[in-house]
């Protein structure tokens, strides 16, 4: 979905300053020195959506998700996200020293041409140099497929699973909004392309079969393509509450519609809760985590009642998932209160990606805070740097390097209030910085270094 600019906005080259860490520091409450030492942590970003480096003449990058925003209805945006985010001019001055204070048409039609510039200089490696920018080590991509300029050590794969729960006719389940429209057939269309992958050309008649034959083979082979995690969006699609049927109830409905007809939405409901669980356990088994969208965006006809993060708490106290570890993405945000307790859980992490798009530093230092109180370890960094396509004025690279100073700044201030009220030590706050930031998250994907 693209980022409207409402109008041309100007901004004062002091308004610009303002957005920069060295301002910031002498006008806010965040520690100076603990701000330095955060600006040199090398992150591992547990969330993004980075594209393939721009060919000139190439085809679009399709791959980058496999529910884009851009295929459902138009729907507002919050302003940090927006094209005419002041902190987009910031972004394009520091990474390709864009020199106006404005988005005219004519000078974003330079914008263009300076990251074309980029783009031709750096070649595949323009992703990884976009990566030095914003100060990030390793992203987890959260893609389709891998390609061109995103491979290891410094792009890590996280692969799309929603489709695995749909192995029937979705058209009832579609026909629910006008944002399932669009998106339902996307998930029967990646589907055929995970059987293509696996030489099938058809569906096993049973749902043992489905599982042994299309559920695992699909997770392994992710696995063997460098998977570390895999996720699912299914929050676009319908509520996070996933039951737990017996294996007959769920096997009595897809041998029922297997060949044909149309599950009612609670045959369909059924089969897809038992997919859900058996997924998340094969996953764990493989060592792969799984993320899940919870926060209260995208689309106009979204439920967010269903995406809030208690919804999935009796899928994290099943004891047979106990070997899976589960992630939160986004925080959950606005119902932070409810991430806070699922990460008591042995099992279960939280991201605040996207977070540091939405709110202010000052906002997401509160939330960092009350979960780095009691559960600094469960805490990982992310961006959800993303944008439908290349030519759109606000990149991935752009909204990754918005986040990285948005999200330290929020961290450094979170934890200048805890030394400041004698909570912890300096040395602490420092340990805590390098959880979040990057070592967390190594140890969690055993990436990197700690």
């Not at 048409?105 to 992703?127: P, S």
């Not at 929603?162 to 996307?186: F, G, V």
């Not at 099943?318 to 570890?325: A, G, K």
Request: charged share 20%.
């Amino acid at each position: 979905m693209a980022r409207p600019f409402a109008l041309p906005i100007t901004i004062t080259a002091i308004a610009i300053t303002a957005i920069a860490p060295s301002a910031l520091q002498a006008q806010s409450p965040a520690d100076s020195g603990l701000m330095s030492y955060i600006a040199g942590i090398k992150a591992i970003d547990n969330h993004a959506h980075p594209l393939l480096p721009p060919v000139p003449g190439g085809a679009p990058d399709t791959d980058y998700d496999a529910l884009p925003l851009g295929a459902i209805p138009a729907f507002p945006l919050p302003t940090g996200l927006r094209g005419d985010n002041p902190a987009n001019i910031a972004a394009w001055r520091a990474l390709y020293g864009y020199q106006y204070t404005d988005t005219s048409a004519a000078h974003v039609k330079t914008l263009m041409d300076l990251k074309a510039g980029v783009a031709h200089e750096r070649g595949d490696r323009a992703a990884e140099w976009a990566l030095d920018q914003m100060g990030t080590d390793v992203m987890l991509a959260n893609r389709v497929s891998m390609g061109r300029g995103l491979g290891p050590p410094r792009f890590r794969w996280v692969a799309f699973v929603d489709a695995l729960l749909l192995p029937l006719n979705t058209a009832r389940e579609a026909a629910a909004t006008p944002d399932t429209r669009p998106l339902y057939p996307r998930e029967e269309r990646l589907l055929r392309r995970y059987l293509t992958a696996l030489s099938q050309s058809s569906l096993p008649p049973t749902l043992g079969g489905y599982v042994s034959g299309v559920v695992t083979p699909t997770l392994e082979r992710m696995k063997h393509e460098g998977a570390v995690a895999v996720k699912f969006e299914a929050a676009y699609l319908r509520p996070l509450d996933f039951g737990n049927p017996p294996e007959p109830a769920a096997a009595a409905v897809y041998a029922r519609y297997v060949h044909g007809g149309l599950p009612t939405h609670a045959e369909y409901r059924t089969l897809q809760d038992y997919l859900f669980r058996t997924v998340a356990r094969e996953a764990g088994r493989l060592g792969l985590a799984v993320h899940i969208h919870c926060m209260y965006l995208a689309g106009g006809f979204y439920r967010v009642s269903g995406s809030r993060p208690l919804q999935l708490e009796d899928v994290f106290n099943d004891s047979t998932l106990r070997h899976t570890t589960f992630v939160l993405l986004h925080g959950g945000w606005p119902f932070v209160g409810e991430t806070l307790a699922m990460i008591g859980k042995p099992n279960v992490y939280a991201d605040f990606s996207l977070m540091t798009g939405v709110l202010s530093p000052h906002t997401l230092s509160g939330v960092l805070r009350e979960w780095l109180e009691e559960y600094p370890e469960k805490v990982l960094y992310g961006s959800d740097a993303f944008a439908d396509h290349n030519d759109d004025p606000v990149g991935w690279a752009d909204e990754g390097w918005v986040s990285a100073q948005n999200g330290r700044r929020a961290l450094a201030i979170a934890l200048t209030g805890m030394m400041r009220d004698g909570d912890i030590t300096r040395e602490r706050a420092e340990e805590i910085a390098r959880m979040v930031l990057r070592t967390n998250a190594a140890t969690l994907y055993g990436i990197g270094t700690p």
